[in-house]
């Protein structure tokens, strides 16, 4: 009489524990850092601009890392669809051992549309231009691949203390953006300002600001005499902040505003200031009908 147990060969034997072991053993990728924030959740108005603080711990390296190091940080709706983008170059170098923190800009731009009202997630995750992704540790949930969602958007209605923005017949109409991060923009087509109205407080002027190199439907810069690079200087009548510009590219900018002073003989503060533009160049269109100076590409405010 036969018994029921089947003896297996010894090799065969040992070929299928090999391949358990590796099955039942395969490991996720070490995260190669620490991402921390300073906020689990941000109120936004329209147009407004709230910083959140990103914190880096740099721990292993980033294995196949093709170009410059790159943030993403995205904004999603309920659905989990993307509606902004806030994605950037990591400022500084991911040094083994080190650490990093700084503040990225999260807004909504008076040039666009304003969100719905409602809750939205803040992701974040580390990025090249190969699309290769990283692990990060306490990152809070992930939420898609190397994905972390770092903080809660509560979108609200704008503020009583936004103020309002006035464009001159010197500023084309809004045109549509090239993507998420940049949904619409102004052209400028000589030097001028913005108009604020409804100054209630100090607070801080956001604007991301393209300088065209030529190209496409524009031609090359003419530059003013004596101009070796493009440049644009950027001041206001509320107080003495002023910001340069120099070279082709989007520049993001922070402009304090102060509330107007008071002239002789007024008892009442003025509610308006305006914000110029001044550059050092100009740029045709083909046609030879329109030139252009600035691109304004984002407009937003906080207050003090």
Known sequence: MTSGKVRLPRLFILVLTAGLALTGCSKEPDPVGRLGTGAGEIRLGYPQVVELELSWEMKRPLEGLA???RVFVHLLDSRGDIVRTFDHDLPGAWKIG???AYKVPIYQSALAPA???GRYKLTCG??????????LENAGAEIGEAEYEIATVSVVESGPKMPQFFFSSSWLPVEGGSDLQILARRWLTQNDVIRLGGLTGPGKLWLNVGVPEGGGELLAPTMAEGAVEQSVSITTTCGDAAVQISGPGSHAIELPIALPALAEGEEERPSECE???TANYYLMSREGDQSRTIALEGLSWSSD
Not at 126 to 135: A, I, Q, V
Request: aromatic share 14%; net charge negative.
């Open 67 to 69: 170009g410059p190091v």
């Open 126 to 135: 580390l990025y090249d231009r190969e699309g290769n992704r990283w692990p």
């Open 115 to 117: 969100l719905e009202e």
């Open 275 to 277: 914000v110029s533009f």
């Open 98 to 100: 080190g650490e990093l």
